[in-house]
T-cell receptor, first 114, second 115 residues
Framework: KNEVEQSPQNLTAQEGEFITINCSYS?????LHWLQQHPGGGIVSLFM???GKKKHGRLIATINIQEKHSSLHITASHPRDSAVYIC????????????????FGKGTHLIIQP | NAGVMQNPRHLVRRRGQEARLRCSPM?????VYWYRQLPEEGLKFMVY????????ESGMPKERFSAEFPKEGPSILRIQQVVRGDSAAYFC?????????????FGPGTRLTVT
């Protein structure tokens, strides 16, 4: 079983729709990052959160530590939001098994059609 | 304030050659992380360094790969005797605080192609 599961893997939506991307993880974490990777390959950090909820513009990220689940929401989606969105839990150092540091989901490929 | 810089952006090497990838962190950042993204795969952590110290290299392949972050100058990821399977995008990120305490800012990546 993967340590990080994202859903959906692919999502196509119309401009203006409300988008939700989900992330479940199985490791102990100190924080969780949401990243955006554009078709050209560049990676932008959207959020780092360890509890509750954060909002930047049309983007909202929430995390439930007890349930080991995080969501990324996009309100009033726009074609420029088309990208791969990656959930990256940050392990506690020494939490056992695998590499410390960020572990990554496989990403959600989002396409917003005009 | 310039962002994280990586060079070269594209690197082509023949099998058996050495590849050197450079990463200059953001000003004031003393923590550097290297990640690899193989074609059609997700990102994977490789190594976490502070100035002159390797903090965590548990994601690095045991052979041919090494990393350093000297007191002066950029962080270097070095791959000796490259093989086709090393073809990937290599990203570095930097942060002003220790792992778990701050956002990481990513560079544009170096795309390594081994022919």
């Amino acid at each position: 079983k993967n340590e990080v599961e994202q859903s959906p893997q692919n999502l196509t939506a119309q401009e203006g729709e409300f988008i939700t991307i989900n992330c479940s993880y199985s490791v102990g974490i100190s924080a969780l990052h949401w990243l955006q990777q554009h078709p050209g390959g560049g990676i932008v950090s959207l959020f780092m959160l360890s509890s509750g909820k954060k909002k930047h513009g049309r983007l909202i990220a929430t995390i439930n530590i007890q349930e080991k689940h995080s969501s990324l929401h996009i309100t009033a989606s726009h074609p420029r939001d088309s990208a791969v969105y990656i959930c990256a839990p940050e392990r506690f150092r020494g939490s056992g098994g695998g590499a410390d540091g960020l572990t990554f989901g496989k990403g959600t490929h989002l396409i917003i059609q005009p | 304030n310039a962002g994280v810089m990586q060079n070269p952006r594209h690197l082509v090497r023949r099998r058996g050659q050495e590849a050197r990838l450079r990463c200059s962190p953001m000003k004031g950042h003393s923590h550097v992380y290297w990640y690899r993204q193989l074609p059609e795969e997700g990102l994977k952590f490789m190594v976490y360094l502070q100035k002159e110290n390797i903090i965590d290299e548990s994601g690095m392949p045991k052979e041919r790969f090494s990393a350093e972050f000297p007191k002066e100058g950029p962080s270097i990821l070095r791959i000796q005797q490259v093989v086709r399977g090393d073809s990937a995008a290599y990203f570095c990120a930097s942060s002003p605080q220790a792992q778990g305490a701050g956002e990481q800012y990513f560079g544009p990546g170096t795309r390594l192609t081994v022919t």
